[in-house]
């Protein structure tokens, strides 16, 4: 059974992350082409000093100034293309360990860094009072690189790989589609201005300077051709620390915990289906952390007679444990009741 794979010994999200690999060669920065997007990469919400919280469905500007809405939607493309990597990188692997790297990929101590080392943060605007603290801050960094990455898209949408911005804001201008009207941004109002809800950018495909269409799957497979290779080696970096801490994990283990892991397998689902339609309901399951070995679970199960049954097992996961405590409960049950199979 391969480790890597072991249901029984999953890695925690908790696992604590090395640096970056020393050995890594950042490909190059895509330009933003787009003054005004670029500006808008760089700015922070302090800049402008907007209300945090506010009850307005929707910005009082036309648009926002600042990196946040660019930040969402970068946030989404670093997903999908993170997301796709992994699936090429690593196709058998299972969906949870692949939702865990991806998460250990995308995290904010990653993208900090990932936004130092191309100096990003040395041209973050903000107010002249709080720069430096925004400068070193992680949520700041971590969203200003995925802002950046939705300006890298907006650009090429915009201007192409190789087009003159001028040129291109010109001729976008001239021959992109006009959107179709929206709804007020006004709840009272039962008008269709489009003062609030027009898009910064046309909807459909995108029309640069040399009259050549560029759509969004273009521009998405040219992210790709940078985050691609940015992230690709530390994914391995960062599995090959995962791998080290679920052999740690399963050094703990010794055969015979392997061959009830294997039998366990669905049996908490199994009992707790038992006894809620046959006994006296389901069975509780007291949970307790367990220093180095993960978590300790207490299955306590009632019959109909009042008799408790009682199982307990101890592994990296709570899921496994829980699992195992529950198989427990089933082979004692069993011997009483053979009408229950474990």
Known sequence: MSSLLCIRTTFTKNLTLSSLPNSLNLPLLPKIKDSII?????????????????????????????????????????????????????????????????????????????????????????????????????????????????????????????????????????????????????????????????????????????????????????LENWLRPLFQPISE?????????????????NDEDLEIDKKSIGANSKLNQWFIAKESGMPEYASATSGTQGWKILCTAIDRSGKSWYGEATRSTKKAAMAVAAYKVSIQFERERPEYSA
């Open 237 to 253: 970096h960062i599995l090959i620390q995962m791998k080290n801490e679920q052999s740690s994990k399963q050094s703990l283990l």
């Open 38 to 222: 670029e500006r808008k990469v760089f700015t922070h919400s302090s800049f402008y000093a907007k209300p945090k919280y506010s009850i307005q469905l929707f910005e009082l500007e036309d648009e926002s100034k600042d990196n946040e809405k660019l930040e969402l939607l970068g946030d989404s493309l670093l997903d999908c293309a993170v997301v796709g990597l992994l699936q090429d990188l690593y196709p058998n692997l299972n969906p949870g360990t692949a939702t865990l790297l991806k998460s250990h990929l995308v995290n904010n101590t990653i993208l900090r860094e990932i936004c130092k080392l191309y100096h990003l943060n040395d041209r973050l605007i903000a107010p002249p009072e709080q720069l430096p603290t925004l400068k070193n801050g992680e949520k700041v960094l971590a969203n200003l690189f995925e802002a950046y990455i939705a300006g890298v898209y907006y650009s090429y949408l915009i201007h192409g790989p190789n087009q003159d911005p001028s040129a291109a804001s010109s001729s976008l201008r001239q021959q992109s589609p006009s959107p179709s009207p929206s709804l007020s941004s006004n709840p009272s109002s039962t008008s269709t201005s489009t003062n609030h809800l027009t898009p910064t950018f046309p909807i459909g495909n995108f029309v640069n300077g040399n009259n050549n269409k560029v759509t969004r799957g273009e521009a998405m497979n040219y």
